[in-house]
């Protein structure tokens, strides 16, 4: 309950990931007030008939991360803040690079800068497994941002805490391969694309991607990576869970795309400690008391780890994920495109 009574500032909140965590907060964890920070209006809108301010103690925030007048006055008062607010849309990245630095780099030392200067406790990011050897630009800038928030903690004398959680794919999440195959199904499809039969990629939940999130909040000292234990599973299984009968049109692989995701790579792995159901990765180049204090009694993974989606011990199979998306709170709401 370390968010009751407490404000919290969602960055990018009208997305996949702010929608679920506003549900699970202001039903469970009682905070005084949850501000979503976003810069469009009619996804506010939206999202504000699921969650009005009558009824919830939420308040809509329009701005920009890009806009650092703007974030100053949005974490005023700030308890938590949740930077999830990226440009992720890995094509249009490459062809607009400089608006992929501006949001997901620049961006990220606006937060930083607002953080230390509102008094926040705890800020924590979200990242993604592209940032681990990255392959094109979103992976990159995201590199760069989990760099400068882990750095941050040595800013305004470590007032404030800065934690990043990096995840795999989200089911169902805004450009996901499952509402696709999804509206396939729906209109009778069964020819589904396919980028390539071996792609394999971890897999999480919304709601597992929330916990994370409100488990590095209670346990962050400051400079930490929290990545979960996820399952994996090949694109080809998922396929086939939704639609048993499909066939596939190989597309082929999309330029900056990988075959397999890397969670934690093997030179990470040497600062890399098992905490109970998620893997944490130690600051390399910030000793801090307080971090080794509060992981000292935690094993380091084995010699020669590295967390691949290839290599994961833990598969879902195809009858697993058909499993999965029998009931019917694992399938996600697909709107027509």
């Not at 939420?58 to 999830?84: C, N, T």
């Not at 800068?113 to 990255?134: L, R």
């Not at 999309?254 to 400690?273: D, F, M």
Request: aromatic fraction near 10%.
């Amino acid at each position: 309950m370390i968010l009751k009574d407490k404000v919290i500032l969602v960055t990018g909140g009208t997305g996949s990931f702010g929608n679920k965590f506003a549900e699970i907060v202001l039903n469970r964890h009682r905070p005084k007030k949850l501000i979503i920070l976003s810069r469009d209006e009619y996804k506010q809108h939206r999202m504000a008939k699921t969650f009005p301010e009558e009824r919830y103690p939420i308040r809509y925030f329009l701005g920009d991360i890009r806009d650092r007048y703007r974030l100053f006055r949005a974490f005023e008062g700030v308890d938590y803040v949740v930077h999830a607010a990226a440009l992720k849309q890995v094509p249009a990245l490459e062809y607009n690079p400089t608006e992929a630095v501006k949001t997901n780099v620049i961006g990220a030392d606006n937060i930083v800068d607002a953080a230390i200067d509102a008094g926040v406790k705890k800020v924590i990011v979200i990242s993604t497994d592209k940032a681990v050897n990255p392959a094109n630009l979103y992976g990159a800038t995201k590199l760069v941002a989990e760099k400068i928030f882990v750095a941050a903690n040595a800013y305004g004398g470590g007032s404030v805490k800065f934690s990043v959680v990096r995840y795999g794919n989200v089911i169902g999440s805004r450009g996901s391969v499952i509402p696709l195959y999804l509206r396939l199904k729906r209109e009778g499809i069964k020819l589904f694309p396919l980028t390539s039969k071996d792609m394999s990629r971890f897999w999480i939940t919304l709601d597992k991607g929330v916990e994370l999130v409100l488990k590095a909040i209670e346990e962050s000292e400051g400079g930490e990576i929290f990545v979960p234990m996820l399952p994996s599973m090949r694109i080809v299984d998922l396929a086939k869970a939704i639609e048993p009968l499909c066939t596939f049109k190989i597309i082929g692989i999309r330029p900056g795309e990988k075959i397999h995701e890397t969670l934690i790579s093997e030179t990470e792995a040497r600062k890399a400690k098992i905490f109970g159901d998620a893997y944490v990765i130690l600051p390399q180049f910030l000793d801090s008391e307080n971090v080794r204090t509060k992981y000292e009694q935690y094993p380091f993974v084995p010699e020669g780890f590295s967390y691949e989606s290839d290599k994961n011990q833990w598969y879902l199979e195809a009858e697993e994920l058909s499993e999965m998306f029998s009931q019917p709170q694992v399938v996600p709401e697909v709107e027509k495109v």
